[in-house]
């Protein structure tokens, strides 16, 4: 396996734009040339001596911003918007829209405002960050000509703030500073050319570790006329950016499985959705921890996965074991499977998704199913601005679809940000806690079994796991398991996996499961019974039980 942790720092792009080379015609959002310094003064320590000379020939010494120019907004943007600073002052914690994490590169805007009879001439901005273990000086010069606008980078002072500076506790201040001799005469404003205009307020930082850990196992399929093997180092650096953009992580475990042989039908859905159960399989048998999510990538050499009992129109390509829940024991169900295509790192966002407990966002024309209803924006559309910290773009509010949705321009959405970030914290701390895998948890409980039924194609295998005694479970699907001293029936979690009709049974075994003989057992249920022999499942919900997939 290629294992590689992702927590890039591509925001340096703002602070040495010489250095990078982004095409800002493809989208009309690169920075600023800026620069950063080590702080050492107070809060609105003045702009370095300029070698600019006043009409004496003295050398020129900076001073605020003059004319009436104020700073309207600030904001916070490692992905999406959020404002933290407004006419002044601290945007309040209820005002703010989503989660700012911790050590992760973030852009800070400052949005300035003119007056009339406004002179355009450069200013720098001096963005100075402090708490949290932080003393640090931001600077950016900028023409400025007009009011700032959300859509232009280039018409707001933009600082590439690096993730080591991103802390919890971290304060900031904000001034602005003439650079050259000529407005000594101007008045001053009636509001101080700074933001706060007093003192300092709160970044509002998590304090929280948010890392993220994903295996793409690349697929060696072998049938029929096609014989194609996915390259995963060739196409890693895209998925990792695509996923690590999207989600507020700090960090990003990425790991490049060795190549899965595949030698059914991948051409219909019932292939996909055996490939998303053996993905299910290979996680368990691999005894990776709780919080790792396994996604398979395959090349069926174009073909489209359409009709069959998957989809009703158009092609799949892609599709989650279940919308997954957070707990240990749904572990075997953070598996997820994509066709390589033009769109495949969406689709791989799209389907981690799911594994993250995220469901379908409708839209015009979407038609996709299992929608959540709860949804706050119209149509689909993300609502804030969205920020690219690698690629180094903004995302419109209105033309860009929440990537859970069928539509367009896909990007994340201010409400998906903050429902993601909740389950990465959650998986996170099973690492901060010395999470033990779900076998060491769940060993004298029996384990779970799994199964995936869709049209007359079943597959059965253990996993390490429980179910709580409270959780909800299926009041018409029974697995009644059959031992040599009697009959135990236990009632089964039941679900269908999206964009699909797959049902997935989750079953707990009894507690004495291993000390019983099984005989087999027997799935009841209103569309009829099914007998399964014991030789018809893969046993892996114990460590003894464990071997790589065959």
């Not at 355009?120 to 960050?129: G, N, S, V």
């Not at 679809?401 to 959405?413: L, R």
């Not at 989750?506 to 022999?533: I, K, M």
């Not at 014991?534 to 071997?547: M, N, S």
Request: glycine share 10%; net charge negative; charged share 20%.
């Amino acid at each position: 396996m290629l294992r590689s942790s992702l927590a890039l720092a591509p925001l340096f792009c703002l602070s040495v734009a010489s250095a990078c080379s982004v095409d800002a015609s493809d989208s009309g959002t690169e920075g600023p040339d800026t620069g950063d310094t080590s702080a050492t003064g107070t809060d609105s320590e003045p702009p370095g001596e300029s070698t600019a000379e006043s009409t004496t020939g003295e050398a020129f010494e900076p001073f605020p911003a003059r004319g009436g120019i104020v700073i309207d907004r600030v904001e916070a943007n490692s992905g999406v918007a959020v404002a933290i600073g407004r006419d002044g002052a601290e945007v309040p914690g209820a005002e703010r829209v989503a989660y700012l994490p911790a050590r992760r590169d973030t852009l800070v805007r400052a949005y300035v405002k003119l007056p009339e009879g406004w002179v355009p001439r450069e200013l720098e901005a001096q963005l100075h960050l402090t708490g949290g273990g932080v003393d640090k000086v931001y600077k950016a010069k900028l023409l400025v000509e007009n009011d700032s606008r959300d859509s232009d980078l280039n018409s707001t002072f933009s600082f590439g703030v690096k993730a080591e500076h991103v802390q919890p506790g971290l304060k900031y201040s904000i001034s602005l500073w003439e650079t050259a001799p000529g407005q000594e005469d101007s008045p001053e404003g009636a509001m101080p050319p700074q933001a706060p205009y007093s003192g300092t307020a709160f970044v509002g930082i998590e304090d929280a570790v948010a890392n993220m850990r994903v295996v793409l196992v690349p697929v060696d399929y072998n049938f029929g006329a096609c014989q194609a093997k996915v390259d995963g180092a060739a196409i890693e650096e895209e998925f990792k950016r695509a996923l690590f953009q999207q989600n507020a992580l700090e960090s990003l475990e990425f790991t490049v499985h060795e190549p899965y042989p595949v030698t059914f039908n991948m051409t219909e859905y019932q292939g996909l959705s055996r490939l998303v159960s053996e993905m299910s399989q290979l996680r368990t048998a691999e005894g990776a921890d709780p919080n790792v999510y396994y996604y398979g990538l395959f090349d069926n050499c174009g073909e489209c996965i359409g009709g069959g009992s998957g989809i009703s129109s158009g092609c799949t390509v892609g599709l989650a074991a279940d919308i997954t829940g957070p707990d240990k024991s749904d572990a075997s169900r953070r598996a997820a499977a994509g066709q390589l295509n033009g769109g495949a790192a969406d689709t791989f966002v799209h389907e981690i998704g799911h594994t993250q407990g995220r469901r379908h966002i409708e839209c015009p024309g979407g038609n996709s199913q299992g929608n959540d209803g709860t949804y706050p924006h119209a149509n689909g559309v993300i609502g804030v601005w969205g920020f690219g910290i690698q690629d180094i773009r903004l995302r419109h509010p209105s033309t860009h679809s929440d990537y859970m949705s069928y539509c367009g321009s896909t990007w994340v959405s201010d409400w998906q940000w903050n429902a993601t970030y909740q389950r990465i914290r959650t998986l996170s701390s099973w690492d901060l806690e010395g999470a033990p895998a779900p076998s060491d948890d769940h060993r004298s409980e029996g384990g779970l079994l799994l199964g995936a039924i869709d049209d007359g194609q079943e597959m059965w295998w253990t996993a390490p796991g429980t179910i709580a005694d409270d959780a909800p479970r299926s009041a018409t699907h029974t697995v009644d398991f059959e031992f040599a001293d009697g009959t135990t029936p236990v009632a089964a979690q039941v679900s269908v996996r999206p964009h699909g009709t797959t049902l997935n049974i989750v079953a707990p075994l009894p507690a004495d499961f291993d000390r019983r003989q099984l005989q087999g057992f027997t799935l009841r249920a209103p569309e009829g019974d099914s007998a399964v022999e014991p030789t018809a499942v893969r046993w892996l919900h114990r460590p003894d039980y464990f071997k790589a997939a065959e």
